[in-house]
């Protein structure tokens, strides 16, 4: 069972940057995807972007697409989130997700999930 624990959230103003850890508790972690969800309040949780297994393949959703980079470091088991540019619009609870050998940004594809770590953007 993969254990997962993000840090790094907090306020910024927009414009500014943040950088979101997710520290994995696993073996293999090389065969992981880790993912970035998303979640605002009454709203449901979205896809921000992937870091797969398969060569380090990134996706990112469209809105955060040029302005975040996801990384990992296999030896360390943690991957990053890297927030530039943030607008309020990126105001949200963020997760990190991961499972063995997927490729996906659907979250009921993953089993395991962080606790989440909020991140507030102001105008």
């Known amino acids: 069972q993969a254990q997962l624990v993000e840090s790094g959230g907090g306020s910024v103003q927009a414009g500014g940057s943040l950088r979101l850890s997710c520290a994995a508790s696993?073996?293999?972690?090389?065969?992981?995807?880790v993912a970035w969800f998303r979640q605002a309040p009454g709203e449901e949780r979205v896809f921000v972007g992937y870091?797969?297994?398969?060569?380090?393949?990134?996706l990112y959703a469209d809105s955060v697409k040029g302005r975040f980079t996801i990384s990992r470091d296999n030896e360390k088991a943690t991957v990053w989130l890297q927030m530039n540019s943030l607008k309020p619009e990126d105001t949200a609870m963020y997760y990190c997700?991961?499972?063995?050998?997927?490729?996906?940004?659907?979250?009921?594809?993953?089993?395991?999930w962080g606790q989440g770590t909020q991140v507030t953007v102001s105008s």
């Open positions: 997700a991961s499972d063995e050998w997927i490729m996906t940004t659907f979250p009921n594809d993953y089993r395991h």
């Open positions: 696993v073996d293999r972690f090389n065969i992981y995807t």
């Open positions: 870091i797969s297994w398969r060569n380090g393949f990134t």
